[in-house]
């Protein structure tokens, strides 16, 4: 049975102590957050894909994509992520609830909220996107949701939209965040599309509800598919430098998810 409610974080309930078995973990949960700890995920993707056009199998890590994936690292070390708290974020949360109502009426779907999903091969990486895949126009559909908390914001989201025309090299130059996010996500739900939502409430505009939707771009899966052996060797050798053996905490976590369906939790 689908666990339903709201995402408002809360400590780890006994029954997640005890590494019970979970049907779905709900984000921005502590479980949640457990299992995203110490690894690469696409909303932080980005940074691991600086200079794309000089993305090769020969190339090298830029100096950015090192440093979140020693930070990364750290994340491991200690047990815990640094927290973020920020208005945006906080409004953002409020809000998307809204969003999805509004996406569900545009598309005539039941939504599912979706959890982490691993990455079936890479022990290290993952996301989380908005919802389950649904069926738009006959083709599997990811769904990203931003709700901006600025007007202003907002209308950068729909002149992007507008400005697309059907070139992902132009999204991935005015938003690459967005970018690295919804095709990777796409690439862990195996979908075609996605569709992005953006959603604002302001006292005198009524443009309050943008749905644009992206196709999968085949060379940002390349390139990305190129990046994180890459990406996960310096992780590897930079845990070796600390006494660290990274392959054996990530491959662990990652064997319990997938034969047990068990959350990625450090708990006894």
């Known amino acids: 049975m689908r666990k339903q409610g709201n995402h408002t974080p809360h400590k780890l309930t006994e029954m997640e102590n005890k590494n019970q078995v979970l049907d779905y973990t709900p984000q921005q949960t502590a479980a949640w957050f457990e299992q995203r700890l110490g690894l690469i995920t696409n909303s932080e993707l980005h940074r691991l894909m600086a200079y794309p056009d000089k993305i090769t199998a020969e190339s090298e890590l830029s100096k950015g994509a090192k440093t ?46 979706c959890e982490f999903i691993p990455h079936p091969e890479f022990v290290f990486y993952g996301g989380s996107p908005e919802l389950e895949p649904v069926i738009v126009n006959g083709l599997r559909t990811t769904t990203e949701i931003k709700c ?48 992005f939502v953006s959603y604002h409430e302001t006292k005198l505009c009524t443009t309050d509800y943008l749905e644009h939707y992206f196709p999968k771009d ?9 990046q994180l052996p890459k990406a996960y060797k310096y992780y590897q050798e930079y845990g ?29």
């Open 68 to 113: 979140y994936i020693e930070e990364l690292f750290w994340e491991l070390a200690d047990g815990f992520a640094k927290e973020v708290k920020a208005r945006t974020l906080e409004y953002g949360n409020n809000q998307e609830p809204k969003a999805k109502q509004k996406l569900a009426n545009s598309i005539k779907q039941t939504l599912h909220d």
């Open 148 to 195: 901006p908390a600025t007007g202003r914001s907002h209308n950068e989201n729909i002149e992007m939209c507008k400005a697309w025309k059907e070139d992902n090299s132009a999204l991935l130059k005015t938003y690459p965040e967005l970018y690295w996010q919804i095709n990777g996500n796409m690439l862990l739900q195996k979908t075609d599309v996605c569709v």
């Open 240 to 268: 070796k430098r600390h006494g660290v053996d990274v392959n054996a905490h990530l491959a662990e976590r990652h064997r319990l998810y997938f034969e047990n369906k068990k959350p990625f939790t450090n708990a006894a």
């Open 218 to 226: 085949a060379t940002a899966i390349e390139r990305i598919n190129i």
